[in-house]
């Protein structure tokens, strides 16, 4: 599956940003789904993850209760909308594809087979 992601940009401290991510191919609907990001400087961390249903999401503690992961099988799509948006949030957020992973605990990268090219995200204090 090939993955490309949009609606990054620069906002300040407190507000709200959506990012999308768009799939191709007919097998969307079997593949968990995940966000990462990725600091200039640090690693690149996971964020959230969805399983390939919907039913089940998981969350790092640092975006728990502000991110929320969704996904829409029949327009091939995994969003994530972000709340009250902290400048430690500035980072390149990458969506990728995973047959192995299943949102109980944090996704490992080595999990997830396809991604997407990042988007930027700034926010601002």
């Known amino acids: 599956v090939q993955l490309q992601a949009s609606g990054g940009g620069l906002v300040q401290a407190g507000t709200s940003l959506r990012l999308s991510c768009a799939a191709s191919?007919?097998?969307?609907?079997?593949?968990?789904m995940g966000w990462f990001r990725q600091a200039p400087g640090k690693e690149r961390e996971f964020v959230a993850g969805?399983?390939?249903?919907?039913?089940?999401?998981y969350y790092a503690d640092s975006v728990k209760d502000r991110f929320t992961i969704s996904r829409d099988n029949a327009m091939n799509t995994v969003r994530l909308q972000m709340n009250s948006l902290k400048p430690e949030d500035t980072a390149v957020y990458f969506c990728a594809a995973s047959r192995a992973y299943f949102p109980r605990s944090p996704g490992r990268e080595a999990d997830f087979g396809s991604w997407g090219q990042g988007t930027q995200v700034t926010v601002s204090s």
């Open positions: 191919g007919r097998s969307f609907s079997s593949y968990a």
């Open positions: 969805i399983s390939w249903n919907g039913g089940s999401t």
